[in-house]
Nanobody
Framework: QVQLEESGGGLVQVGGSLRLSCAAS????????MGWFRQAPGKEREFVAR????????YYSDSVKGRFTISRDSAKNTVYLQMNSLKPEDTAVYYC?????????????????WGQGTQVTVSA
């Protein structure tokens, strides 16, 4: 069992930046690929970004590519999501997820563990 806890959400103006953090409970953090998803009110939870456990390969949704950066710090058992140039449509609850799969894709069912989420609100 892996417990994940997100932090760093909040209210930010359009064009601003936030950095989300996700701390994992287990020292075997390095055994999991890590991802970020988000869910806006009335919408499905959607994939945002993923970093693999091998070579730190990253993958982004088209909607955030070039603005968001996912990274991981194995020494701290933490994954980050740096969000720049934020837009109102980025407003959502952001969830951290862990996958035992080597290179998980964009589907929710490829991820085995989930955090509780952190709210990000971008005001116009």
């Amino acid at each position: 069992q892996v417990q994940l806890e997100e932090s760093g959400g909040g209210l930010v103006q359009v064009g601003g930046s936030l950095r989300l953090s996700c701390a994992a409970s287990r020292p075997t953090f390095g055994s999991y690929a890590m991802g970020w998803f988000r869910q806006a009110p009335g919408k499905e939870r959607e994939f945002v970004a993923r970093v693999s456990r091998i070579a730190g390969a990253t993958y982004y949704s088209d909607s955030v590519k070039g603005r968001f950066t996912i990274s991981r710090d194995s020494a701290k058992n933490t994954v980050y999501l740096q969000m720049n140039s934020l837009k109102p449509e980025d407003t959502a609850v952001y969830y951290c997820a862990a996958a035992a799969k080597l290179f998980p894709g964009t589907r929710k069912n490829e991820y085995d563990y989930w955090g509780q989420g952190t709210q990000v609100t971008v005001s116009a």
